[in-house]
């Protein structure tokens, strides 16, 4: 699996949690949308989109697998809001 591209739309509200949404594309073919970028306790981590189900709980729609895929497409879309807080900052 190759992240072929990565987009990333900051949210500017102060003091929020969520701080951007990504979208990433997989091998040029397959895209997953509103991956959120989210500062939490322990620092920034990633939300894999979800939805809420009936009981309140929050279910993932797309997810890796595996720790491997988890860390690649976190590095990666973090590496990715960096740039753009980067850019942004100019």
């Known amino acids: 699996m190759k992240i072929t591209d990565i987009r990333v739309r ?3 509200k102060e003091d929020a949690k ?3 949404v990504a ?3 997989i091998d040029d073919c397959f895209v997953v949308h509103d991956i959120k970028i989210i500062d939490g306790r322990e620092g920034l981590f990633i939300q ?3 939805r809420k ?3 309140g709980d929050h279910k993932d729609i797309a997810h890796p697998i595996n720790t491997e895929t988890r860390e690649t497409i976190k590095n990666s879309v973090l ?3 960096q740039a753009e807080l980067s850019k ?3």
Do not use: F, G, R
Request: no cysteine; proline share 10%; hydrophobic share 40%.
């Open 10 to 12: 900051l949210v500017n």
């Open 79 to 81: 590496s990715a809001y």
């Open 88 to 90: 942004s900052a100019e």
């Open 53 to 55: 189900t009936p009981d």
């Open 23 to 25: 979208s990433i594309t």
């Open 18 to 20: 969520l701080k951007a």
């Open 48 to 50: 894999m989109p979800n």
